[in-house]
């Protein structure tokens, strides 16, 4: 008899300490769901130029906005820290970490190199159904440019892009630039200010398109190069402080 009701009571011990392990991983998820919807939409924020260079986070303001607790707002800049694309100061607070032109110049000098060489490799290989894909995105670019919608101007800029790199199906020179595609959506939320800048663009992916159409890979490697560079000069020239011109 007493051995039976021992039997029960560890079997009913063992059923609770199920539960409470359940419960546990169940918070546990809960709190893993709630980072990472944090973490999304802060980096989102960042990334798109909604939070700028330089602003400052506030865990309070955070938590308020995304209605959440501040324990995953705090977790999920810690990680954005971690990721270089936060910055804590001491006795100052924490900020979105600046682009500097010299951060521009950097990350171009190497698209440059790459996303020329990837533009040869395009002109030699790509398919007649490849060309009309970077056609229409061109086609899309100028569209949006007309209506005045800037962000799915520079979306399409980024798919033109994408696509000739995909087109060389080399997965190295793929993975090398994808390494950069948190600074580069930074990069393109700078460049929206300036709408002169997008129409001059759409010029030069029309040039590209031309040359990678008549199989002339050193041109479009030459006019890719030429687009890369002009793009870095304007990007630079918009994060260098405006100096006031001398009275005369």
């Known amino acids: 008899m007493r051995a039976g009701i021992a039997y029960?009571?560890?079997?009913?011990?063992?059923?609770?300490?199920?539960s409470r392990i359940r419960r546990m991983r169940e918070s546990q998820s809960g709190e893993r769901g709630l980072f990472q919807q944090a973490y999304d939409e802060i980096r989102?924020?960042?990334?798109?130029?909604?939070?700028?260079?330089?602003?400052?986070?506030?865990e309070h303001q955070l938590a308020a906005s995304l209605q959440l607790s501040r324990t995953p707002v705090r977790e999920?800049?810690?990680?954005?820290?971690?990721?270089?694309?936060?910055q804590s100061l001491p006795n100052?607070?924490?900020?979105?970490?600046?682009?500097?032109?010299?951060?521009?110049?950097e990350i171009y000098q190497i698209r440059e190199r790459l996303e020329s060489l990837a533009a040869r490799i395009a002109a030699e290989h790509m398919t007649p159904d490849e060309v009309r894909a970077l056609e229409q995105e061109i086609a899309l670019t100028q569209a949006s440019i007309a209506e005045g919608h800037i962000t799915?101007?520079?979306?399409?800029?980024?798919?033109?892009?994408?696509?000739?790199?995909?087109?060389t199906q080399n997965e190295r020179l793929s993975t090398v630039l994808a390494t950069f595609d948190d600074q580069m959506y930074r990069v393109r939320a700078l460049l929206t200010q300036?709408?002169?800048?997008?129409?001059?663009?759409?010029?030069q992916h029309r040039?590209?398109?031309?040359?990678?159409?008549?199989?002339?890979?050193?041109?479009?490697?030459?006019?890719?190069?030429?687009?890369?560079?002009?793009?870095?000069?304007?990007?630079m020239r918009l994060t260098l402080p405006v100096r006031p011109r001398a009275q005369d």
Request: proline residues 2%; contains cysteine; charged residues 30%.
């Open 8 to 18: 029960g009571s560890g079997r009913k011990r063992r059923g609770m300490q199920s």
């Open 44 to 58: 989102r924020r960042i990334l798109s130029g909604e939070l700028r260079p330089s602003s400052v986070l506030s």
């Open 76 to 86: 999920a800049i810690k990680r954005l820290e971690q990721e270089g694309l936060v």
């Open 92 to 105: 100052r607070g924490t900020f979105v970490t600046e682009l500097s032109a010299h951060d521009i110049l």
């Open 152 to 167: 799915d101007a520079f979306a399409a800029d980024i798919r033109f892009h994408k696509l000739i790199i995909a087109v």
């Open 194 to 203: 300036s709408s002169e800048r997008l129409q001059t663009s759409f010029d």
């Open 207 to 235: 040039a590209i398109v031309e040359r990678i159409q008549a199989h002339d890979g050193p041109g479009a490697e030459r006019v890719m190069e030429e687009h890369l560079r002009l793009t870095c000069e304007w990007a």
